[in-house]
T-cell receptor, first 114, second 113 residues
Framework: EPEVTQTPSHQVTQMGQEVILRCVPISNHLYFYWYRQILGQKVEFLVSFYNNEISEKSEIFDDQFSVERPDGSNFTLKIRSTKLEDSAMYFC????????????FGPGTRLLVL | SQQGEEDPQALSIQEGENATMNCSYKTSINNLQWYRQNSGRGLVHLILIRSNEREKHSGRLRVTLDTSKKSSSLLITASRAADTASYFCATVWFSGGYNKLIFGAGTRLAVHP
């Protein structure tokens, strides 16, 4: 069964460093998302992406964040200058259609900023 | 905000018992989805119920939706130790061709053998 994959599974970085989180969505999906979950808290929407552009972003997704689909398979989230409060589990998701169809989540990348 | 809020926050039951988790939300929705998360792991989609549906079944799962009360419930029948996980509801409001999931805080379910 197709699944969303994410790399790395864990990443530790120093405050101020750039990180790139990578995702490979399900191959025939068209809509891509990033969410994050701070330890012990809710899963929060960050950004949705369709047709090579951001379709919606949350207040969390400020100028330090960017997303890219550099080729036909990868979907990346970049944090330019990490802060301590960026420490969280980051989930990538994809769906085959909009209109609220099922989003399939990857296993997540646990980011720790020191 | 159209956040879903689950209750109870935590539920502890014995294997074989039924587990019921509730979710309330604030605004209009197109559908509501339930997800499961094992500790520190990814989110697994369980079931999607559309705003024009009242009940849906999938195996041992039964989901109801009451749009007049803006609430949903997830029932797991004949629970197993392997059902131990956190369960989240997430609402979707279809807007302009795109959608995002708004998650609740989740219910932590512990099923004891």
């Amino acid at each position: 069964e197709p699944e969303v994959t994410q790399t790395p599974s864990h990443q530790v970085t120093q405050m101020g460093q750039e990180v790139i989180l990578r995702c490979v969505p399900i191959s025939n999906h068209l809509y891509f998302y990033w969410y994050r979950q701070i330890l012990g808290q809710k899963v929060e929407f960050l950004v949705s992406f369709y047709n090579n552009e951001i379709s919606e972003k949350s207040e969390i997704f400020d100028d330090q964040f960017s997303v890219e689909r550099p080729d036909g398979s990868n979907f990346t989230l970049k944090i330019r200058s990490t802060k301590l409060e960026d420490s969280a589990m980051y989930f990538c998701a994809s769906s085959g259609a909009s209109g609220g169809e099922t989003q399939y989540f990857g296993p997540g990348t646990r980011l720790l900023v020191l | 905000s159209q956040q879903g809020e689950e209750d109870p926050q935590a539920l502890s039951i014995q294997e074989g018992e039924n587990a019921t988790m509730n979710c309330s939300y604030k605004t209009s929705i197109n559908n509501l989805q339930w997800y499961r998360q094992n500790s520190g792991r990814g989110l697994v989609h369980l079931i999607l119920i559309r705003s024009n549906e009242r009940e849906k079944h999938s195996g041992r799962l039964r989901v109801t939706l009451d749009t007049s009360k803006k609430s949903s419930s997830l029932l797991i029948t004949a629970s197993r130790a392997a059902d131990t996980a956190s369960y989240f509801c997430a609402t979707v409001w279809f807007s302009g061709g795109y959608n995002k999931l708004i998650f609740g805080a989740g219910t932590r379910l512990a099923v004891h053998p």
